[in-house]
């Protein structure tokens, strides 16, 4: 996060979603990225992530990447709407990290709070 910071206080706002859940998602990110497809492959992910026995950034990546590899889908499909459903924001540090900082319990109810009211 420090790399996008001018001053301290923009950590506590870039990094807002580290300690709230977020209300408001991306726009541009939203428009461009999330579309009939975002919902069912973010239900799919989480399905996947909520069956894992150690919720690692390590162990969180492998399943994303051997999501992307079952499907046969490029990170630019999948993972925009995965940090778009978990942060709220269009770009960030490492979402394999987020993820395991967050607990699989929180990173499973943003999924889902984000299909909710993304569609």
Request: glycine share 8%; with cysteine; hydrophobic share 40%.
């Amino acid at each position: 996060m420090s790399e996008r910071a001018t001053f301290p206080q923009d950590l506590l706002e870039e990094g807002r979603f580290l300690f709230e859940t977020p209300t408001e998602y991306d726009e541009k990110t939203r428009a461009k990225k999330w579309n009939e497809e975002s919902a069912p492959m973010m239900k799919d992910l989480a399905a996947r992530f909520n069956a894992l026995p150690d919720f690692t950034s390590e162990a969180i990546e492998a399943c994303f990447k051997g999501y992307l590899a079952e499907k046969e889908l490029g990170f630019g499909k999948v993972g925009p709407s995965f940090r778009l459903a978990v942060t709220g924001k269009g770009m960030g540090p490492s979402m394999f990290t987020i993820c395991a900082v967050l607990g699989k319990d929180e990173v499973l109810a943003r999924i889902s709070k984000a299909i909710e009211v993304l569609g």
